[in-house]
């Protein structure tokens, strides 16, 4: 096979690889020809040959190399451009693609397949104009090329649809827009200047991520654009994302170190970040209070985003929570839930408070809610259940209030006030056979109380709403003190008097 056919063959093989890219396959029969005077033909060749079999394979950047050295050592061979050309935008480099394209015309203006190629491009790029005026030549040359008459018929359409939607934006009809937008993105994917007018769209009506979706990729669209880098960490910190907004701050220095946006903007929120990752430190550890600290100075830092400020609160709102600090942690619950009433942790947690505070209806009434949020979540629905039964059972008996002491009680403290109780309601220090009945009814539920919260197991259960000396809640009923009778010695060992009483009731 002659060296021309063989390199023809060579460039079919490259494009069906390509297939996947919007680029057009080319069979390519031309003269292999090297410029008086320059490299080393068969070095060139070989430059040629590997470059187009790394291409074939896939490893575009390997191929780009020996392309380079090809052109350096021939800089006057149409075709080594256009294999250049396709890597570039085989990698999607489409601003170095065009050079190379343009060089192509350059060295050889009847070659239609690279005219198309660059028009291609500059459609991509909304260059109407350029794109119209290379599919118009391509046309003039062969009118029968069909796909620079496909593509010719979506440019006017694509113009009439940018007018419109900036009639749209002047009047405020961000929706509309937007769909006018996506019409026209689809055909001109790197138009930076369309993503930007969506993302100011999606800004509008509040989604903040989308936009942000839509300025990222203008970063890249053109070259060293540090405002871009700027625009998304801003939006990025103004919805409360501070890694990816350092992330992306950082993109902007390392194009201009000094940048007078960048660089403040940089400092500021390095050293929020490192306070809310303190806080976080410090409440993995159950340091709470270090941690209410490091976001209260995080607040200071930073009081006028929504985001931020909701995300400080909230921790802190949890912090107290975990501490147990009632009055602070309904008031900071309260607070995260004023700025955003659908925050289910922020109900969990005030609802958490609640049930300390044994204001079990308002407990329900915050899981409740949490639940109808989201009612797919395990631990808010576990939560709903028990609050539920700790309202049930806060009808009915509570060990607690029997020895007058606080849920989060010690053992210590609960048998004081059991021994201090027992002794107040001895059946012995009354005369009279009703005053007996009373004190005696009395003194069993002081040690019903005792014989549930000094133990651990039915303490826990009682904490969750059941009530473990209740026959009905109970699998096989539960008597703590049997079918016959309860013996119990309130004075026994270590309880000071030694005195033994026996109680028979139905």
């Known amino acids: 096979m002659c060296s021309c056919a063989k390199m023809a063959w060579e460039m079919v093989g490259v494009y069906r ?237 390392k194009l201009d ?54 995300k400080a609160k909230s921790k802190i709102c949890r912090c107290y929570s975990k501490l147990k600090d009632v009055p602070h942690a309904i008031k900071n619950c309260g607070e995260v839930l004023e700025m955003d009433e659908h925050n289910i942790e922020a109900l969990v947690d005030r609802a958490e408070t609640y049930i300390m505070a044994e204001e079990f209806e308002r407990a329900v009434e915050d899981y409740q809610k949490a639940h109808d949020i989201d009612n797919n979540l395990r631990h808010v629905a576990e939560g709903l259940e028990r609050a539920k039964r700790l309202l049930k059972q806060s009808q009915k008996r509570d060990y607690y209030k029997i020895l007058g002491v606080k849920r989060n009680a010690r053992k210590r403290e609960i048998e004081k006030a059991y021994r201090k109780l027992a002794a107040e309601w001895h059946p012995d220090n009354f005369r009279t056979e009703e005053e007996k009945k009373i004190a005696e009814k009395k003194f069993i539920e002081i040690a019903a109380a005792r014989e549930v919260l000094a133990d651990p197991e039915k303490r826990q259960k009682f904490d969750n709403g059941e009530d473990p000396l209740d026959p009905e809640q109970q699998r096989h009923g539960h008597n703590p003190w049997g079918h016959q009778g309860f013996h119990f010695n309130p004075f026994g060992p270590g309880g000071g008097n030694g005195f033994n009483f026996k109680f028979h009731f139905n």
Not at 281 to 304: D, H, M
Request: proline letters at 4%.
């Open 17 to 253: 690889l390509l297939s996947s890219i919007p680029l057009f396959v080319i069979i390519v029969n031309l003269q292999y020809e090297v410029s008086e005077g320059g490299a080393n033909p068969q070095e060139i060749d070989q430059h040629l040959k590997l470059g187009t079999q790394l291409l074939s394979a896939g490893q575009l950047a390997d191929a780009l190399s020996h392309f380079h050295a090809a052109i350096e050592g021939d800089p006057d061979n149409y075709l080594t451009y256009f294999r250049r050309a396709t890597v570039y935008l085989a990698m999607g480099k489409s601003r170095q693609a065009l050079p190379d394209l343009s060089k192509v015309i350059h060295l050889k203006p009847d070659f239609t397949q690279a005219r198309v190629q660059r028009a291609n491009v500059y459609l991509k790029q909304g260059k109407l104009n350029d794109a119209e005026e290379d599919y118009m030549e391509v046309l003039r040359v062969n009118p029968s090329n069909e796909d620079a008459k496909t593509q010719l018929e979506f440019i006017e359409p694509i113009r009439e649809t940018i007018s419109q939607t900036d009639e749209m934006m002047t009047q405020g009809r961000w929706n509309e827009a937007i769909e006018l937008l996506t019409a026209a993105i689809e055909k001109c994917v790197w138009d930076p200047s369309l993503r930007e007018k969506r993302a100011q769209c999606y800004m509008e009506i509040g989604e903040h991520f989308k936009a942000i979706n839509d300025i990222k990729p203008t970063t890249k669209m053109r070259p060293d654009n540090t405002e871009a880098y700027f625009r998304v960490s801003k939006m990025y910190y103004d919805v409360g994302e501070l890694e990816d907004s350092l992330t992306e701050v950082r993109e902007c220095l």
């Open 257 to 310: 170190p000094d940048h007078k946006s960048c660089f403040p903007h940089y400092k500021h929120a390095k050293k929020l970040n490192k306070l809310y990752e303190s806080a976080q430190n410090f409440i993995n550890e159950g340091r709470y209070k270090e941690a209410i600290v490091k976001l209260e100075a995080a607040l200071e830092s930073e009081s006028q985003i929504w985001a931020l400020v909701l």
